[in-house]
């Protein structure tokens, strides 16, 4: 049989066809990369979206002066003439401040509500006639402002008499968390530590009993301790993490109130299988509990050691003791609003916003807006930049129309994808058209800051130079900030220092594992 040759007319119809089919395939979006695992549980991810939170110390050492009470201090002391719980909300929530947190009961016992398990609460002190109760007012005010709440629940405990009766004293402290967990509505933060003194008596706490109570009965709420599970302590009361901090972490290496290798815990593990970001916390005051005495840190200071957590992929917990009034103190207060202001300057401007971007490459072709460079100058996780999934070279580009001052660079990843950058720098474009280094950095994760010298250029390029995956960059920011510009307040290392710093955290984090840095 002999076929009819194709005419014009059949191969137009040919070529529309395939047009109309590769044309329908395209208008399917690229899907997203996968995740790399661990990733955060979504309560992880709201504690560490609120950035910084308030740790209020108050109880009878407030009125003793002193920071850990016997225990078996007369209740008749615990009486502020004037408590406001109210003013301690106020100021967090005028100061930046998304959670508040309380000390419920500390080491000496005494609890700030009427708990019926014990008499040594409030219950028994002269404050309202024996029927006041600290978390409910505190509870109430930050329900009222939109804050969040979290409790601390001392494990030690040097006024109860069990305490050293493994099982009662464990059915004790779980009866008390019962009452604080179903007693005053939602709880976002629980803090746990390990603290005890020395020749106290020896205790076994049953933290994983614990610990799926409090998720039992508050499943939104994070916990933190030495160990996790949802957040991890630092390593130290200074406020500083390292300038790598991995959010990836083994709980098994660390115990709670052992004596842990405290720069695993600054630094955490680029082959964790758990994620457990790091929680730095300091005291306002020389101590954590008020003293007339005392003094509150400069606002600069404060600056410095936002850089130090939050700008390290950690949340800052400002402790801010209320004075033997009840309040928090005027002086306390116009440094938190100093502080405040010094943020609003710096960060409110950000100066990526008027730059032309572009990237060496972008998931799903250049002209795939889901995955584009443009993302990066927008706020939240869930918009990112993400590069061809088969090019190795990753590069963002910032061109201006003029010359920009600078010396803040800011990064976020889309921690719900996993925490991916390894390392990364900044090069500007000089004068002379050559590519000059400014700075570089280890760890991003939920959000890194890094202040240098100050530079000025028309041309920006950030490079990452290793990661355990395809890297995702949700935001970038550049600041001017001259207040820390002549303090020379920097975590970044000259390019020596950081490959000599980058080999010794090969050596120190050796693993049999298929991920490589």
Known sequence: MILNKPNKLNLNIIIILLFISRTSQSLHPKA???????????????????????????GTNTFTNTEWGTGHVDPSIFNPSSLNATQWVKVAKDSGFKRVIL????????????????????????????????????????RNAGLELGLYLSPWDRHESCYGETLEYNEYYMGQMTELLTRYGEIKYIFLDGAKGDGEKDMEYFFDDWFSLIHQLQPGAAIFSDAGP????????????????WSLFNCSAVKIGGDNDLRYSREGDPFGHDWVP??????????????????PKSALTLLDLYYKSVGRNCLLLLNVPPNSSGLISDEDIQVLKEFSELRDSIFSHNIAKAALLSASST???????????????????????????EQSDWVLYLEFQQVMTFNVLELQEPI??????????????????????????TTVGYRRLLVFPTVKSHLLRLVIDKSRACPLISHLGIYMDSYSASRHVSDTLTKSKFINNLVFRRTAYSRSQSVSI
């Not at 990733?39 to 950035?51: G, L, N, V």
């Not at 609890?111 to 609460?121: A, E, G, N, R, V």
């Not at 730095?280 to 003293?291: A, Q």
């Open 363 to 389: 998931r799903g072709g250049p002209k795939n807006s889901q995955f584009g460079p443009q993302n990066i100058i927008e706020e939240g996780l869930y918009t990112y930049w993400a590069p061809d999934q």
């Open 32 to 58: 997203p990369p996968i995740p790399i695992l661990p990733i955060p549980k979504s309560r992880q991810i709201s504690w560490q979206i609120a950035e910084m939170a308030l740790f209020l110390h108050f």
């Open 278 to 295: 790091a929680e730095c916390d300091v005291s306002i005051r020389p101590g954590w509990f008020w003293h007339a005495s005392e003094k």
């Open 230 to 245: 949802d957040t991890r302590w630092v390593g130290d009361e200074a406020g500083v993490a390292g300038t790598t901090c």
């Open 103 to 142: 000390t419920a009961k500390h080491h000496d016992g005494f609890c700030l509500w009427p708990s019926q398990y014990t008499d040594y609460s409030v219950k028994s002190s002269p404050w309202k006639n024996g029927s006041g109760d600290v978390v409910a007012e505190l509870a109430k005010a930050a």
């Open 416 to 441: 719900q994808m996993g925490q991916r950058i390894i390392e990364f720098h900044l090069d500007i474009l000089d004068v002379t058209g050559k590519w000059q280094y400014v700075v570089s950095g």
